[in-house]
């Protein structure tokens, strides 16, 4: 059983520009859920969804940043015109529903961002 | 409004020597949940205890105890005979009802060092 993937793991843009991370979950896992950690901070939370449906977004999550998960699969998370403030460790985790692991979320390594 | 507070930011001990956590949260929910991540070096969070709020057992596993107490909204976590292994940063983390999607509010961690 693989776990949650992200890519990439690094990306460097500059100012400005677009980027797009990836993020596959735990396969049958209902519930995708999105978080930032920043140096020395713990993760905060972006965005989740229930399979398709994105059901909430944290005031972190400004119009620069779009996230789906188009066949309730995999997720993409955009940001558009980045800024030196969106360098980051930017998480994926996935979660059942049911059974003996709900509501544990189960993380993926991350995809680091560092805006020049 | 949920709050997670791990005071120790770091802490420094000689392999072998226990070391305890603390961890404690700020919640409205009646039902929630409390969970242990570490976090070593190479950054993927890994999961390791979810406790949730009607069961305040004390919890062994190994090496690892966990010791909820509501009355003190506290979530503390033991480490008996640390090993170099065991170095990394480890969160605290809470949540609220399956209802509520479950997003996770983390501390900002407690870096632990283990030395020889």
């Known amino acids: 059983d693989t776990g949650v993937s992200q890519d990439p793991r690094h990306k460097i843009t500059k100012r400005g520009q677009n980027v797009t991370f990836r993020c596959d979950p735990i396969?049958?896992?209902?519930?995708l859920y999105w978080y930032r950690q920043t140096l020395g901070q713990g993760p905060e939370f972006l965005t989740y969804f229930q399979n398709e449906a994105q059901l909430e977004k944290s005031r972190l999550l400004s119009d620069r940043f779009s996230a789906e998960r188009p066949k309730g699969s995999f997720s993409t998370l955009e940001i558009q015109r980045t800024e030196q403030g969106d360098s980051a460790m930017y998480l994926c985790a996935s979660s059942p529903l049911g059974g003996s692991s709900y509501n544990e979320q189960f993380f993926g390594p991350g995809t680091r961002l560092t805006v020049l | 409004a949920q709050k997670v507070t791990q005071a120790q930011t770091e802490i420094s001990v000689v392999e072998k020597e226990d070391v305890t956590l603390d961890c404690v949260y700020e919640?409205?929910?009646?039902?929630?949940?409390l969970f242990w991540y570490k976090q070593p070096p190479s950054g993927e969070l890994v999961f390791l205890i979810r406790r949730n709020s009607f069961d305040e057992q004390n919890e062994i596993s190994g090496r690892y105890s966990w010791n909820f107490q509501k009355s003190t909204s506290s979530f503390n976590f033991t480490i008996t005979a640390s090993q170099v292994v065991d170095s990394a940063v480890y969160f605290c983390?809470?949540?609220?009802?399956?209802?509520?999607?479950?997003?996770?509010?983390f501390g900002t961690g407690t870096q632990l060092k283990v030395e020889l």
């Open positions: 983390a809470l949540s609220g009802p399956t209802g509520g999607g479950n997003k996770l509010t």
């Open positions: 396969s049958e896992h209902n519930r």
């Open positions: 919640t409205r929910d009646t039902t929630y949940y």
